[in-house]
T-cell receptor, first 114, second 115 residues
Framework: GDSVTQMEGPVTLSEEAFLTINCTYT??????LFWYVQYPGEGLQLLLK?????DKGSNKGFEATYRKETTSFHLEKGSVQVSDSAVYFC?????????????FGKGTRLSVIA | KAGVTQTPRYLIKTRGQQVTLSCSPI?????VSWYQQTPGQGLQFLFE???????NKGNFPGRFSGRQFSNSRSEMNVSTLELGDSALYLC??????????????FGPGTRLLVL
C-alpha cells in the first residue's frame, strides 16, 4: 500500500537557521502531497500542498516541491523562528487507487531555540 | 466561517465502557473523516463519510464505528474500551470527496484516556 517516510527527529535549530525536513513516498497512483503542522495541544493545520509533479507549494516562508522522479516532497524554510516549533507531518492522498483520504508520515518534531 | 468543532475535548473512561465522540464539519462541507493519533502508531485513518454513507474504512476492529447525519455532522463510537484506545481522535472535513486534491480541515481533536 501507499506509505510516507519522513525523518523523525527531533530536530533542534537555532533561530534564523535553515530548515529541511525530508519526506519520501511510495504510491500506486498519482498522489497529491501535503505538509501539515501540529502545534502543542491543537489539531492539524494544512501548511502547503502540491497536486502534480514539479508543483511548488508555499506558505508562511515554507516551501516544498513535488519531485516525481525522486518520489520526494521535502519541506524547507530559509530562516526559522521560535514560533515554528511544532510537529510537521508529510502526507499523501492517492484516490486513484481507492486509498484513504490521507496517509501520514510519523511526524517530525521541530524545536527552535532563541 | 467557523472551523471544525469536536466535542468533548477531553474524556476519561474505564476499560469496558463505551464512548461517543462528535464532530461538526465546516459549514457546507459534506465529507468527514476520522483519524486516531497515538505516540506509537502515529496518525491512522479510521473511516470516511460522505452524504451519510461510509465511503472508506481503515484497519480497525469492529468496536470502532461511526455515522454521519443529514446535516453532515458525524459521530464515532468505540465500544468495550481497551487501554490501547487511549489516543487523540481527530476529525477532518472537506467540501467534496474523491479527487485526492481536496484539502482536509482538521478539528482540535478529542483526547480520550482509558483507565
Amino acid at each position: 500500500g501507499d506509505s510516507v517516510t519522513q525523518m523523525e527527529g527531533p530536530v533542534t535549530l537555532s533561530e534564523e537557521a535553515f530548515l529541511t525536513i525530508n519526506c519520501t513516498y511510495t504510491a500506486t497512483g498519482y498522489p497529491s502531497l501535503f505538509w501539515y503542522v501540529q502545534y502543542p495541544g491543537e489539531g492539524l493545520q494544512l501548511l502547503l500542498k502540491a497536486t502534480k509533479a514539479d508543483d511548488k507549494g508555499s506558505n508562511k516562508g515554507f516551501e516544498a516541491t513535488y519531485r516525481k522522479e525522486t518520489t520526494s516532497f521535502h519541506l524547507e524554510k530559509g530562516s526559522v523562528q521560535v514560533s515554528d516549533s511544532a510537529v510537521y507531518f508529510c502526507a499523501l492522498s492517492d484516490r486513484g487507487s481507492g486509498n484513504t483520504p490521507l496517509v501520514f508520515g510519523k511526524g517530525t518534531r521541530l524545536s527552535v531555540i532563541a | 466561517k467557523a472551523g471544525v468543532t469536536q466535542t468533548p475535548r477531553y474524556l476519561i473512561k474505564t476499560r469496558g465502557q463505551q464512548v461517543t465522540l462528535s464532530c461538526s464539519p465546516i459549514s457546507g462541507h459534506r465529507s468527514v473523516s476520522w483519524y486516531q493519533q497515538t505516540p506509537g502508531q502515529g496518525l491512522q485513518f479510521l473511516f470516511e463519510y460522505f452524504s451519510e454513507t461510509q465511503r472508506n474504512k481503515g484497519n480497525f476492529p469492529g468496536r470502532f464505528s461511526g455515522r454521519q447525519f443529514s446535516n453532515s455532522r458525524s459521530e464515532m463510537n468505540v465500544s468495550t474500551l481497551e487501554l490501547g484506545d487511549s489516543a487523540l481522535y481527530l476529525c477532518a472535513s472537506s467540501p467534496l470527496i474523491g479527487t485526492g486534491r481536496e484539502t482536509q480541515y482538521f478539528g482540535p481533536g478529542t483526547r480520550l484516556l482509558v483507565l
